[in-house]
């Protein structure tokens, strides 16, 4: 398990009051849980994480630039977007080992007897390799983590006899192209998505086009500031602490959208500070500086000879990653200010990090697997989650 810390704190915090506003409000997830959300501090868990840990597993994102789930992430020539397909005939005398080398999407259509491949077809043709690389379907891949334990691996039988291989990484990249496609789930989130360009020191990439912070008057925009802190507080106890139900965060701060299943989190109590005139005016009664521990699910990478060279090994496998040195953590730490009114209740929060999530959301399971617009209601006889 290899975990990653990034920390950037600031020295100053706004002496006002800063509740939540409406599309900060964490009732919105009352949807989600089925009851009114929990607000009083005391009632609050400092620290939780899920029940099943076969939830939040790591996956790629299916980069949009290498086709998604139509690349041949298996195969040494992986030929993005220019492979040809086999036919029934061939596919009939095609060795395990090579049918093993097919993408998702491929493996897909055969085992449904679509020998046309219209889920490959459609696939790449919603991507081209001049995509960003960051694009991908990681809102795919976050939301069907947190809601389908990892699935196992699967040999299925088509309507012509032909026996077709499924790894785990092939049914989590069908399950991901599922959810960022089809998914009609009940959803909710709170915070909105910040579009300035940069980076949170620290934080960015080689292959980032902008990687410093953004202008002040771009960093501070309502969509810029939240989530609140008070909201994110209350909505990881409630979700997690309290309802063992996962969450999707964006991390990136800005522009760059980077979504991850949340597993766990834990809370302390740095030092309770004093409350200006000001804010007990404002409906603020108590002010305490808070840091906390967030852990989330992190990307699988492709296997490369470069990326073996450097010691990697968190590689898109044919194996579930539950349990195992391949499944990929990473945390932040988050510092802030939580704001709680006469009655104890937590009614908002600054932010004293730099470093912070630009929105959390949820959607929920859908009851059956849909079959449209992507021909993707085959998967109820595909997926099976792993037992241990």
Known sequence: ????????????????????????????????????????????????????????????????????????WNSPDPMPFNYSFHTKEQLQTLPRAEMEKLSPAELYDISQGDYTYSLTRKTLGLFTPHDLWWEGICHGWSQAAVNYPEPAKVLIKNPDGIIVPFGSSDVKGLLAMHDAYNSKGTYTHIGGRCSAPGKVPGEGSTRDRHVDMPAPELAETEECRDVNA???????????????????????????????????????????????????????????????????????????????????????????????????????????????????????????????????????????????????????????????
């Open 230 to 388: 008070g909201a994110f507080h209350v909505v990881m106890a409630n979700m997690i602490g309290i309802q063992s139900m996962a969450l999707i965060a964006d991390v990136d701060r800005f522009n760059d959208v980077w979504n991850q299943p949340v597993v766990s989190y834990d809370a302390s109590v740095k030092e309770e500070l004093a409350v200006s005139e000001e804010q007990t005016m404002n409906g603020i009664a108590r002010r305490l500086s808070m840091q906390m521990k967030m852990v989330y699910g992190e990307e699988l990478q492709f296997a490369s000879a470069a990326a073996t060279a450097r010691g990697e090994d968190n590689f898109v496998s044919k194996n579930p990653v539950t349990r195992t040195g391949h499944q990929e953590f990473r945390f932040k730490i988050y510092e802030y200010i939580l704001e709680l009114d006469g009655a104890g209740k937590v009614v908002g929060g600054e932010w004293m990090s730099d470093t912070r999530p630009d929105f959390l959301w949820t959607k929920k399971r859908d009851q059956k697997f849909q079959n449209s617009p992507m021909p993707l209601g085959g998967l109820v006889k595909i997926y099976k989650p792993v037992k241990y």
């Open 1 to 72: 398990m290899k975990k990653f810390l990034v920390l950037c704190v600031c020295l100053t915090s706004l002496a006002h009051a800063e509740k939540w506003n409406e599309n900060n409000n964490p009732n919105h997830y009352k949807k989600i849980i089925g009851m009114n959300v929990i607000t009083s501090y005391q009632l609050l868990p400092m620290s939780g994480k899920l029940d099943d840990e076969r939830l939040g597993w790591s996956e790629t994102y299916w980069p949009s630039n290498k086709g998604g789930i139509a690349f041949r």
